[in-house]
């Protein structure tokens, strides 16, 4: 007799229909399918008596929707709007398919879910030409076809372009074929693998070391739809302050604290606009949470004081290892309070990090949670808005936790191997609602290097400790981009590199390309070059001082951004893949970096080392941002691109709100500007604007505003304001790029004189060596006009 290596669930033997869907008995499982709502179906197999519906990532519950359940003899079928879910009585494979019959999804023929040992694989039909993206934090290529990952949270200290695992665990990945697009999330917290078609051309796989599978399969007819279901199941963010979507300066680590005023004065002094400062691991005392060192830092609330006076907020490293030292008040109220992550026989687990010998808290547990909230307080009374969560995988010296630790998962004890992806999110939603409750009614800054689906709830996440070198510069657009894919929208990367010593051209080449990302943090380790915006001389100063005022400029653009991704949970930073999936162009090597901030700016990422790349341009109009220089859409084209010219172009037909850029976001302006590029098919596009710092937004404090551009009727409408919120501008100026536009336009049935300007978005660069030109940044002759600002709706037509 053929010995058994694997089990699948085998024929159905019962059926039963259950709100939303449909249970199934089969020889050797359980398995349902549970319909959350019109485009999200859940699956599940089970061998327990009972199925396992607790969730961290999922936090939304199954919606009332129409479906109807169909019992045939070969197959129990659950058809909803837009699919239908379909599972063969033979031996319990499933098929997803359109309304039209067309397959979506399916289990790869003879091989349906089962189980090796405790681990469960479900095997998937690779349909012809079908591509994968997504999976969030992952190096390689844009299309995942070929290669194979796995999630287990790692401190992958200096890692490299294949490395793998990283430190965010994100299991969705997005599947494109035939016209067609889906998700596939496995709400698996074990560690998991995904499979697509490494070492063999039979199928891709999603499995998991132990546990169910338990997966959801997410329709939409556009990868943004797919997103935006995948975060309504998962949640979104909620508003960030708008000061931390500024620049942020860090090091490993700036101490004493003379070092940090003096590194404060240096922004103000040479008018680089700077929001934060961020306290990496030295400003504590012997590296112990919740401790200042008394040398180096004696003041730390008159330090606090000192930098707010000068428009900068701060945000300290939050490391979740509790140093073992009796006396130590953190240490003591843990073991009072019961807080840490324990052995089986009840012992406080110990690992060795950065302060020494320490205990962890368990944050899978409510009052671990609470003690952590109420520990965080110290920082937020002396005006603290901003943490960062590092070392949070667990990262300790030896990098091998044990698996026989337990978590207790608010009441349901589980082991290392189910807890361990999940520490990091934990203890990003402790850090999260803890300081939310602190700062009566202001927004935090929460930052995280480990997670799990469902961390953009709580945090934006950063792609850890990089390299500085141009490989991982690209890689790191990359990664974040595909962050973006699988619903974490605020992420970014250490500008610069965290390891090694970037050269002037690549430290100028990666800040041009990092003010154009979501989070925007400069950071280097101990024992290495400086890296600050003036680090590498004047000429790279200057560089950086104009990007970095770029970003400042565009900041009512990316402010509403935010606010869409609050929304939606759409990516603010876009690979070219979310709105154009089935262009083979988008996923070459030559392409896959490239990506969209917002809807109307195209970023080509490109090394320091090259002076000319090639630049895909996907339909429509592209305009240079530096000088107008048009580039028709469909097109692969040779641009420049010295070290002071990023590859940046902007769609024809959007409108892009701007403003002065300041020395912070604090800073109030008179003027707000409207940059308008010609194109041929009508858009839109929706500025936001609140407080910037409090919830108030969310009782209707806000401002909206739709602003429209009509090319067939030469007409520009700007909505009128809806909200409670009252924008505080005076002045409005339109800028009308490639528009043949000489004496007036009429602005609510008024005549306005046009002026003609020569436009720039940069200071000039003057001649420095070893750029050796002494051309300006770019500019392009333009007309403008200016109009006093209302909340009224706006006509302009020429």
């Given at each position: ?36 709502a ?12 009972e ?10 519950t ?26 063969s ?56 076809k ?49 499979n ?9 796989s ?38 931390s979507?500024?620049y ?8 004493p604290?003379?070092?940090?005023k ?5 922004f ?9 400062i ?20 004696k003041?730390p609330?008159?330090l ?63 009052d ?73 009614g ?73 003010a ?10 101990i ?43 759409r ?9 154009y ?72 037909g ?50 909206t ?37 000489t ?32 051309e ?23």
């Open positions: 007799m053929k010995k058994q290596t694997s089990q699948s669930p085998g024929k159905i033997l019962g059926v039963q229909e259950v709100p939303g869907g449909v249970l199934l008995r089969s020889e050797q499982a359980k398995l349902r399918v549970t319909l959350y019109d485009c999200v179906a859940r699956i599940t197999f089970t061998r327990d008596d199925f396992d519906d607790f969730s961290y990532a999922v936090c939304t199954p919606s009332a929707c129409e479906h109807k359940v169909s019992d045939t003899v070969d197959a129990v079928s659950v058809a909803a709007k837009f699919f239908s879910v379909q599972v009585k033979k031996d319990s494979s499933i098929s997803i398919r359109s309304t039209d019959g067309s397959v979506i999804n399916e289990d790869e023929p003879g091989l349906p879910t089962s189980w090796i040992g405790e681990q469960v694989t479900a095997y998937k039909k690779m349909q012809d030409g079908e591509r994968f993206i997504g999976l969030g934090e992952k190096t390689g290529p844009l299309d995942r070929g290669a194979a990952y796995q999630n287990w949270a790692t401190d992958a200290f200096g890692y490299h372009g294949g490395s793998d695992p990283l430190y965010c665990s994100t299991p969705f990945y997005i599947g494109i074929h035939h016209k067609t697009v889906y998700g596939i999330f496995l709400d698996n917290s074990h560690k998991t693998f995904f697509f078609g490494a070492s063999n051309n039979r199928f891709s999603l499995s998991a070391d132990a546990g169910e599978m338990n997966y959801y399969f997410i329709y939409g007819d556009t990868v943004d739809q797919v997103i935006e279901n995948y975060t309504w199941l998962t949640g979104r963010m909620e508003m960030p302050p708008l000061w979507l500024g942020q300066q860090c090091r490993y680590s700036y101490y604290d003379k070092e940090v003096s590194l404060a004065m240096q103000r002094e040479r008018n680089i606009p700077a929001d934060v961020v306290l990496d691991i030295h400003y504590m005392d012997k590296y112990k949470i919740f401790t200042w060192d008394p040398v180096k830092f003041d609330a008159g606090v004081s000192f930098l707010r006076e000068n428009g900068f907020h701060v945000v300290v490293m939050c490391d979740p290892g509790i140093k073992i030292e009796p006396g130590y008040q953190a240490y003591d109220e843990g073991i009072a309070k019961n807080v840490f992550l324990k052995y089986p026989d009840g012992k406080p687990y110990s690992g060795q990090v950065w302060p020494g010998w320490c205990h962890f808290p368990d944050f899978t547990k409510a671990t949670r609470k003690w952590w909230a109420s520990a965080l307080k110290q920082y937020v009374d002396i005006g603290v808005d901003g943490f960062w969560n590092d070392m949070n995988e667990i990262a300790t010296w030896g990098q091998s936790l044990p698996e026989n630790i337990e978590f207790d998962f608010d009441g349901d004890p589980a082991s290392t191997r189910k807890g361990r992806n999940l520490f990091g999110f934990q203890m990003a939603r402790s850090t999260y609602e803890g300081t939310k409750k602190h700062l009566g202001k927004r935090p800054f929460n930052l995280t290097r480990s997670g799990f689906s469902g961390v953009q709830r709580y945090a934006a996440v950063w792609t850890g400790d990089n390299v500085s070198y141009d490989e991982h510069m690209l890689l790191g657009v990359r990664l974040v981009s595909s962050l973006g894919m699988t619903g974490v929208a605020f992420a970014g990367y250490d500008a610069g590199g965290f390891v090694g010593e970037a050269s002037s051209k690549l430290f100028a080449r990666w800040i041009s390309i990092a154009l990302s979501p989070f925007f943090r400069g950071h280097t380790m024992n290495s070059k400086d890296a600050e915006p003036w680090s590498h001389g004047e000429e790279v100063e200057l560089l950086s001082r104009n990007y970095i005022r770029l970003r400042y400029q565009l900041m009512p653009y990316i402010y509403s951004l935010f606010w869409q991704a609050v929304q939606t949970g990516a603010i930073q876009r690979s070219l893949a979310v709105d999936p089935f262009e083979p162009r988008v996923f070459s090597g030559t392409y896959q970096s490239q990506y969209l901030f917002g809807p109307s700016i195209l970023v080509a990422p490109v090394e320091s080392t090259k002076d000319v790349c090639k630049v895909f341009f996907p339909p429509g109009k592209w305009y240079a941002l530096h000088d107008g220089t048009l580039h028709p859409g469909d097109t692969e084209s040779y641009v420049e691109c010295p070290v002071h010219r990023l590859p940046v172009f902007v769609k024809g959007a409108i892009i709100p701007m403003k002065q850029a300041g020395v912070n976001t604090a800073d109030q302006f008179e003027k707000l500007t409207m940059h308008v590029y010609n194109g041929d098919e009508p858009t839109s596009f929706v500025m936001y604007e609140d407080d910037g710092e409090t919830f108030e937004y969310q009782a209707g404090k806000h401002a505003r739709t602003l429209a551009f009509d090319p067939a009727l030469s007409k520009i409408t700007l909505g009128s304001v809806a909200g409670a919120f009252n924008p505080k501008w005076k002045l409005l100026e339109i800028v009308f790029h490639a528009f043949k536009l004496k007036e336009v009429t602005v609510n049935s008024r005549s306005v004189g046009v002026t003609a300007i020569e436009h720039s978005f940069f200071t000039p660069l003057e001649k420095y060596d070893p750029f050796n030109d002494s300006s940044m770019g500019s392009e002759k333009a007309t403008a006009i200016t109009i006093p600002f209302t909340t009224d709706e706006i006509n302009i037509t020429w």
